[in-house]
């Protein structure tokens, strides 16, 4: 075989393989890009590239005074959301409804799957009422939002975009009507976008979508995160509906992120706002030195002593022989409770351990009370060494002399 005919034969499987690339019509969903060939009163037109058109509502992009905010040859990257029966050509836009007039539009925007323009005039069993062009739909409860809705009421009266799932012509057509499919495509259009954002240690913008006991979870952008308790705050959190609402806006940090073999759910995203705050105890030396009075509220107990909340995400131990008493203390609870407000004398600082011993009397006293010391030796203060036997031979000759 020649170098010609080898030019001949990669030519014409350049010209396959890309031929049947261009041939490729969008479907409904897909992404593209075109270029704005002419501008209509209220429809601007694009080149997608290929033998593909498509029509883009003006209205999507006009500012604040109704003017728009392309020209001819601009570029414009959007959705296809159906298809004209007549022309042929793409319906073009997010997934807003288009407002349709009449049976033969919506049997029309059926057959098209294209989202169309719907106005909510009533919650009934099992669903809402909705009106499109002058017909009843109904929308089931299920299909309402990607989220389960308790209260159905907050809708009624909003102009909200659906897509028709089952329409029967006739003198009183039956339409039964889904906004949660637009959502969900929108959902994935969005997933795909952030997950090329996402990786380890990135920070991310998200929407708290659900609150549970342990943890908060947060709408990334068609992804979903969850914030364990123990990561939304430095200090303690008794709950994390008394840091974060649903519906709240939040700066998150990834923390990990690991496979599952969900397809729905392909990802578990562990989350973090703690991450993205600066440890307290990077000045707790300089705030809590030893020997000053401090003030807290008794967060815990154990037998050994009371934890107390200095600060937010700080907290200091009493030992149960520092709680302020001149009797035998069997347990804590005996002297303070949860939720007191203590004033203390800090007694000790371990930074790297993230530790404080504190006292509730005027004076430190030593644990040799015969109390439970279980978890108290890191809280107090380093015992003096007595030093060498030769450090105290010296020490008792000097007496001698001074005799």
């Not at 393989?17 to 992404?31: F, I, L, S």
């Not at 042929?88 to 033969?104: D, F």
């Not at 990135?202 to 342990?214: D, F, M, P």
């Not at 809280?379 to 010296?394: I, V």
Request: proline share 3%; aromatic share 4%.
């Amino acid at each position: 075989m020649t170098d010609t005919e080898d030019f001949v034969t990669l030519l014409k499987q350049y010209d396959q393989e890309h031929g049947k690339q261009a041939q490729r019509v969008p479907q409904v969903g897909d992404k593209v890009e075109g270029t704005v060939v002419s501008i209509g009163d209220d429809h601007l037109y694009l080149d997608l590239g290929g033998k593909s058109e498509g029509i883009l509502e003006a209205g999507e992009f006009t500012d604040a005074d109704g003017n728009l905010t392309l020209k001819v040859g601009d570029r414009v990257k959007t959705m296809v959301t159906g298809k004209d029966g007549q022309s042929g050509a793409l319906l073009l836009g997010n997934q807003r409804g288009h407002k349709v007039h009449g049976s033969a539009e919506l049997e029309q925007a059926w057959e098209l799957q294209q989202p169309v323009d719907g106005r909510v005039s009533g919650v009934t069993k099992g669903g809402i009422e909705v009106e499109i062009a002058g017909i009843r739909a109904f929308c089931p409860a299920s299909q309402i939002d990607i989220h389960f809705i308790d209260e159905l009421e907050q809708f009624v009266g909003q102009h909200l975009s659906f897509r028709i799932t089952k329409y029967q012509g006739g003198k009183h057509p039956n339409l039964v009507v889904s906004r949660r499919a637009l959502l969900e495509e929108e959902q994935k259009v969005r997933a795909e976008e952030t997950r090329a954002m996402l990786k380890e240690d990135a920070v991310l913008n998200g929407i708290v979508t659900s609150i549970k006991e342990y943890g908060a979870f947060v709408d990334l952008g068609g992804v979903e995160g969850m914030i364990h308790i123990s990561e939304l705050a430095f200090g303690h959190v008794d709950h994390p509906k008394d840091v974060l609402a649903e519906g709240q806006q939040v700066e998150v940090s990834v923390l990990r992120i690991e496979k599952t073999d969900n397809p729905r759910h392909p990802e578990k995203i562990a989350l973090s706002i703690r991450a993205l705050s600066k440890d307290p105890w990077l000045d707790a030396g300089q705030q809590f030195q030893v020997g000053t009075q401090v003030h807290g509220k008794v967060t815990r107990i154990q037998p050994f002593g009371a934890f107390v909340e200095l600060a937010p995400g700080i907290e200091g131990m009493v030992h149960i022989s520092e709680l302020g008493v001149e009797r035998r203390v069997s347990h804590p609870g005996e002297v303070v409770k949860e939720g007191d407000q203590v004033e203390a004398r800090v007694l000790s600082v371990d930074q790297e351990k993230h530790r404080i011993g504190l006292s509730l009397n005027g004076e430190p006293k030593s644990g040799a009370d015969g109390g439970d010391t279980g978890g108290y030796e890191d809280y107090r203060k380093p015992k003096q060494s007595f030093g060498t036997l030769g450090d105290l031979l010296k020490e008792s000759m000097e007496k001698q002399k001074n005799k």
